[in-house]
């Protein structure tokens, strides 16, 4: 199925097109229509899979551009997902000249109203207790809103916004289209579908499995400030032929990309700000052999078919395990062996146990390469592409000089010399900054005291005479004697 079976007009199919997706997800394939029909959809699918262009494409082809006010209204559990929502929305209208604001907290609001009163949005993005805040003050007004989406509905009722969620959806108009979104379907999303919708139409996406037994997984414990050095000694250990280095946000791409070309790697970056010409100018090097180390994000990477590739590099832990299935799949295909190595900082292991509990395979830990393997390894390298030339080299044309230079410098110079030529600088010669990025938020854990005995273990306690805590005779409390104050 293609995106123009979707019922999509040509303005979108050009941002599509433009955007580099090649044929639609699931969801998409499934929610669009349904969607640009009018019917209330609930949609079960991991983040990662394109649920928001699932909901933003027909969004916006259902936009009155003519009317400057707010339209369709996105809520958001989190900030960086709201962000997010809005920029990818936002690049998706383009053609269509789109106004999408996104309001959250954490961010100047008198600078929010201010761009909501200059630039009234078309499409609104905000995150629960921001959009109250703004509702409160009448700055937001949602008297005109036509499409309704809860993104990412479990997180938001798991985080207690619901009683903000109810405030919210009292602001607008009963007679809207409503569409939710969620990873999971606990019977309390679907009260919330039954409460807030009309006769919904629910799409289930299953998760992705993984067939992972060609691709060996590593990770390597590590602090954000070592990640690009460690990345590099293993580069240099390892010798990829063809790799994939994924990198969470465009400006990670845009600095991997730099340093690992300024470490003499032979590498580029694609991300969603390059143009489709720059894109697919970058993905036919790579495929053509040109370039061996191809930086991305998820996004860029999505849809990409790419045979060859013997390495693929997490240097930022996915936030969802879904897209770290995507990621790594772009290994061991046709047969053949392929690696995976994730970095991980110490806050962020967490994630790593989630990833573990989707494939049902654990990640095997991997050692830092020290200075001397890596070394070492540069010197493997370059002493086969030694091999390679001298294959290639009509030596005899080069007798001449080549007796000149023996007699004037010894074998082990000349091959010194050539080895120092041909293999890499070494990495702590080349300083390169890497900009950290925000930590993953911690993942939520149960109560400690949770467990499969009851809620609250220690409440059931009991001792070895069999008597629960709250049943034992409760100790008398020593009490201070009096003491009279002794007059002088």
Do not use: C, W
């Not at 969801?27 to 983040?47: N, R």
């Amino acid at each position: 199925m293609n995106f123009s079976d979707l019922g999509l007009d040509n303005q979108l199919l050009e941002a599509v097109k433009r955007t580099g997706f090649e044929e639609p997800t699931p969801i998409q394939a499934k929610t669009i229509p349904l969607v640009l029909s009018g019917i209330d959809v609930i949609g079960q699918a991991q983040t990662g899979t394109g649920k928001t262009a699932a909901f933003g494409l027909p969004l916006l082809q259902k936009i009155d551009y003519s009317r400057r006010e707010i339209q369709a209204l996105v809520i958001s559990p989190t900030r960086e997902l709201a962000i997010q929502t809005q920029e990818e929305i936002f690049k998706l209208g383009k053609e269509k000249l789109v106004k999408v604001q996104a309001v959250f907290g954490g961010a100047n609001i008198v600078r929010q109203i201010k761009q909501l009163k200059n630039y009234p949005p078309h499409i609104l993005v905000g995150t629960p207790g921001r959009l109250l805040d703004h509702l409160q003050r009448g700055t937001v007004n949602l008297s005109k809103v036509k499409t309704l989406v809860l993104d990412e509905a479990d997180e938001m009722l798991d985080m207690g916004f619901l009683d903000d969620i109810n405030k919210i959806i009292a602001q607008i108009p009963k007679k809207r289209q409503t569409l939710l979104f969620s990873a999971t379907m606990p019977p309390a999303i679907l009260k919330v579908g039954k409460r807030f919708m009309n006769h919904p139409e629910i799409v289930k996406i299953k998760n992705q499995q993984l067939t992972a037994d060609l691709v060996d997984q590593f990770f390597v414990k590590v602090r954000e400030n070592e990640k690009f050095d460690v990345m590099t000694r293993i580069l240099d250990v390892q010798a990829p032929e063809l790799t994939i280095v994924f990198g969470r946000t465009k400006r990670r791409v845009d600095e991997l990309s730099r340093g690992l070309v300024a470490r003499s790697y032979n590498a580029a970056g694609i991300h969603g700000d390059l143009s489709q010409q720059q894109r697919s100018a970058v993905l036919k090097k790579f495929r053509d052999g040109d370039l061996d180390i191809l930086v991305a994000t998820d996004v860029a990477a999505r849809g990409l078919d790419i045979s060859g590739v013997s390495h693929v590099y997490n240097y930022d832990i996915p936030q969802d395990p879904e897209s770290y299935v995507h990621r790594i799949g772009r290994t061991g295909r046709a047969g053949h062996q392929g690696i995976s190595v994730t970095f991980v900082t110490p806050n962020e292991m967490d994630y790593l146990r989630v990833i573990e509990k989707l494939t049902r395979k654990r990640m095997i830990p991997m050692r830092p390469p020290t200075a001397k393997e890596a070394f070492n390894g540069q010197m493997e390298s370059a002493i086969r592409e030694i091999d390679n030339l001298i294959s290639r080299t009509d030596t005899d044309k080069y007798s001449d000089q080549a007796n000149e230079l023996l007699n004037e410098y010894s074998t082990l110079d000349l091959a010194a010399a050539l080895l120092n030529t041909v293999s890499r600088e070494d990495a702590s010669s080349v300083p390169v900054k890497i900009t950290p990025e925000r930590p993953l938020p911690r993942r939520k854990r149960a109560n400690r005291h949770d467990n499969r005995y009851g809620k609250n273990r220690k409440r059931n306690y009991r001792d070895r005479s069999g008597k629960r805590k709250d049943q034992r005779p409760k100790k008398k409390q020593a009490t201070k004697p009096k003491y009279k104050i002794r007059k002088r």
